[in-house]
Structure formats: structure tokens, C-alpha cells
């Protein structure tokens, strides 16, 4: 059975940093591509970076802004997602997705695998 955990969600204030983590179980991470994503409430999920098996980087539209760094761990079967700077349109539930194949990003198509989500509030 494939499972996500998600951790390192929590509340900070604005321009303070958190690390999320997505650790897998049942499923060799290094095969595939990891999505994260992240869906505020009364909008629609929308992709924030994604990395290749390869270690390739991509960031789709001006998520982050620069802000947001996606990185993995092969060993350690766990992706990361380092944000600093944050701010309180940052607020949403954050999700890690696997893709395959693992080769490409893709901001939407072929996500097989989906984390549970975690609760990232930036707030005073």
C-alpha cells in the first residue's frame, strides 16, 4: 500500500520559513517525479514546483517568487519543500504528488500518487 506522509506544516508569521517533507511508503520515490502543489481556501489546487529524478527543477507561474526551493532525498525515500519569506497568501493546504514518468515535470498531467496534505498558515 503507497502512502505519503506529509509533515512540517504549522503556523508562522509572515516572513518566517518552513521545510515540508513528504516521506513514502510502498513506493520507490526515486522513480518518479515529485509535485508539490497547494490549494487555499475557495480556490482552486494549484502547482508550485515540481523535481525530476534527476534532480531537475521546475516552478510554475510566480509561486515563490523565487521563494521556494523543491528538493530530494533518494537515500531517505523523502522530498522537500524549503519556503522562506513567507507570506499570508502563502496560507493553503500543501500537497506532494509522484508523477511518472519520472523523466519530465508537468504542472497537472500524470500524477499517480497524492499526499494527504499539510495545513501551512502565515499569519501574526
Known amino acids: 500500500q503507497v502512502q505519503f506522509v506529509e509533515s512540517g506544516g504549522g503556523l508562522v508569521q509572515p516572513g518566517g520559513s518552513l521545510r515540508l517533507s513528504c516521506a513514502a511508503s510502498?513506493?520507490?520515490?526515486?522513480?518518479?517525479?515529485i509535485g508539490w502543489f497547494r490549494q487555499a481556501p475557495g480556490k482552486e489546487r494549484e502547482p508550485i514546483a515540481c523535481?525530476?529524478?534527476?534532480?531537475?527543477?521546475?516552478y510554475y507561474g510566480d509561486s515563490g517568487e523565487g521563494r521556494f526551493t523543491a528538493s530530494r532525498d533518494n537515500v531517505e525515500n523523502t522530498v522537500y519543500l524549503q519556503m522562506n519569506s513567507l507570506k499570508p497568501e502563502d496560507t493553503a493546504i500543501y500537497y506532494c504528488?509522484?508523477?511518472?514518468?519520472?523523466?519530465?515535470?508537468?504542472?497537472?498531467?500524470?500524477?499517480?500518487?497524492w499526499g494527504q496534505g499539510t495545513q501551512v498558515t502565515v499569519s501574526s
Open positions: 504528488a509522484a508523477r511518472w514518468p519520472g523523466t519530465v515535470c508537468s504542472p497537472s498531467s500524470s500524477y499517480v500518487y
Open positions: 510502498g513506493l520507490h520515490l526515486a522513480a518518479y517525479a
Open positions: 523535481i525530476t529524478i534527476n534532480g531537475g527543477e521546475g
